[in-house]
C-alpha cells in the first residue's frame, strides 16, 4: 500500500463528541485534526465526509476463520442429541469440513465480510489437534500474509479438542506458536480435559516458553467455570502477564449471585485478565456493565459466523455492539457508548494494538456513516458506510472496494 507520504484531507468529519473536524491523514496516520474550517478552496483531493460520523475501525475481537461456511454452500444446524455438548459440536465440526469448500477461499470471505463492514483488526482462534495437525494454521498464516496491508490479523492456537485428551497436542500447539501464531487458546480445561491444572500447565507454560499471549474458550458455567476463572487470574498474575490473557465467553460470570461476580470482578481487574463476549441468544453471559465498572476490560467478538456451531453471525461489529445493547438492557446514551466501545477501544485494549483510535498519531483506519452519534449508530446499525485503511479507501457500503 503506497501511503509513505501520501497526504489526504478529510472534511467535515463528525466526531463522538458531536463536533465537525477536518481530519489530516499524512503517511497512514493521523497528523492534524482541527475544527471544520468551510474552506472556500477545499485542498486537492480532499474527501468531503459530509458531517458523517467518524469511528475508529471495528476491533472484531474472536472469530474462527477456519471453520466459517460463509460464502460456501448453506448446510443445515444439526442440533446435539441431548443438549448443547462442546465434543458433539466438535465431531459435527468435523464431518462438515470434509464436505467444505478449500479453506483459503472461506477464510478470504469471511475476512472481506469484515473489512467491508469495518473491522480493520481481528482475532481468529485456527484448530490444532491430532487430526488436523498444523494444516489449518499453515493455510490461515497464508491467508494472513495476502491481506496484511488490508487488516491486522492475531492467531490465536486453538486446541478444539482439548489437550490432554488429544495426544501430542500440546507438541502440536508449541509447534503452531513457532510458525508465526500469535497467541495460545485453550478448551474448557475442567469439562473438556478434566483436569484444570493438567490443562492450564499447558497453556502457560508454551505462554511463558514463548513469550505469547493466552485466549482461552471457557464454557463451562456456574461455580465449576468460576473456579477456572479464578485459576486463570491466579496464573495471569503469578505470570506478571497483565492485559496479554483473556478469557472468551466465560459464560460462568452470567450465572454467579451479584456478591459473587462483585468478588470475580476485582479479581479479574486486579490480574489484569479480560474478558471476550458475543452476546449469545441462549447462554446467559457476562454482566458487561457490572464489569466495567470494576474495572475489567470486556471486550466482543462474533465467534462463529455461519458455520457448525450456529447459522448465525455476520461480521458486523456494529451489529454486535447492537445485539450486546440489547440483551445487556442498555437504553441510556452512556450505556450504547459502552457497547461500541466493546467492539472499539476496549477491543483495542484487550488485543493490545499501537495507534489506535481518532487521534493525532493514530493510524488512519476508520469508518465513516450515517449517523448523528455513537448511540445512533448503535441501535441503526448504517448499513451504508465507508471504511478506510491508513486514509485510504478499502470499503463502501459492506463490499470491498478492489
Ligand atoms: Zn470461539
Keep these: 500500500m ?3 507520504l501520501r497526504q489526504t484531507h478529510f472534511l467535515n468529519a463528525r466526531l463522538a463528541d458531536g463536533s465537525l473536524a477536518d481530519l489530516t491523514v499524512t503517511g ?3 497528523s492534524a485534526i482541527a475544527p471544520a474550517a468551510n474552506a472556500a478552496g477545499p485542498p486537492a483531493g480532499a474527501v468531503d465526509l459530509a458531517g458523517q460520523l467518524v469511528l475508529p475501525a471495528f476491533v472484531e475481537g474472536h472469530i474462527h476463520l477456519d471453520t466459517s461456511f460463509y460464502g460456501d454452500a448453506w448446510r443445515p444446524h444439526i442440533p446435539c442429541t441431548d443438549g448443547f455438548d462442546v465434543r458433539e459440536r466438535v465431531a459435527f465440526q468435523m464431518r462438515s469440513l470434509e464436505q467444505a469448500a478449500p479453506m483459503d477461499e472461506r477464510a478470504k470471505n469471511q475476512l472481506e465480510l469484515c473489512v467491508g463492514h469495518g473491522s480493520l483488526a481481528i482475532r481468529s482462534h485456527v484448530v490444532v489437534d491430532a487430526a488436523v495437525g498444523l494444516k489449518h494454521v499453515e493455510t490461515i498464516l497464508g491467508v494472513r500474509e495476502k491481506y496484511r496491508e488490508l487488516i491486522d490479523i492475531q492467531l490465536v492456537a486453538f486446541p478444539q479438542s482439548g489437550i490432554l485428551s488429544s495426544p501430542g497436542t500440546a507438541e502440536l500447539l508449541d509447534g503452531a506458536l513457532k510458525l508465526g501464531c500469535d497467541l ?3 478448551l474448557d480445561p475442567a469439562s473438556f480435559d478434566r483436569d484444570v491444572n493438567g490443562h492450564l500447565d499447558v497453556v502457560f507454560g ?3 516458553r514463548r513469550g505469547v499471549g493466552v485466549d482461552i474458550h471457557l464454557h463451562d458455567g456456574g461455580t465449576l ?4 476463572i479464578e485459576e486463570i487470574c491466579a496464573r495471569t498474575a503469578a505470570m506478571s502477564m497483565q492485559g496479554k490473557v483473556a478469557v472468551s465467553h466465560a459464560y460462568a460470570l452470567g450465572d454467579i449471585s451479584a456478591d459473587t461476580l462483585a468478588r470475580a470482578g476485582e479479581m479479574l481487574a486486579a490480574s489484569g485478565v479480560a474478558i471476550m463476549t458475543n452476546a449469545p441468544g441462549n447462554h446467559p453471559f457476562p454482566p458487561v456493565a457490572a464489569l466495567r465498572e470494576a474495572g475489567v476490560t470486556v471486550f466482543a467478538g462474533s465467534d462463529n459466523i455461519r458455520d457448525s456451531w450456529w447459522p448465525y453471525g455476520d461480521g458486523d461489529m456494529l451489529n454486535r455492539a447492537n445485539m450486546i445493547g440489547y440483551r445487556s438492557g ?3 446514551d452512556r450505556e ?3 457497547a461500541c466501545d466493546l467492539v472499539s477501544h476496549a477491543g483495542a485494549k ?5 495507534g489506535y483510535g481518532i487521534a493525532v498519531g493514530a493510524k488512519a483506519d476508520f469508518v465513516a456513516l450515517k449517523a448523528e452519534h455513537v448511540p445512533e449508530a448503535v441501535v441503526a446499525v448504517p448499513r451504508e458506510r465507508t471504511v478506510f485503511r491508513r486514509g485510504m479507501l478499502v470499503a463502501r457500503d459492506s463490499r470491498m472496494t478492489s
Design 206 to 208: 508454551l505462554a511463558e
Design 2 to 4: 503506497d501511503c509513505i
Design 225 to 228: 467455570g468460576l473456579f477456572e
Design 336 to 338: 450504547l457508548e459502552a
Design 330 to 332: 442498555f437504553y441510556e
Design 28 to 30: 497512514g496516520r493521523f
Design 184 to 186: 495460545i487458546g485453550g
Design 350 to 354: 484487550a488485543l493490545g494494538l499501537e
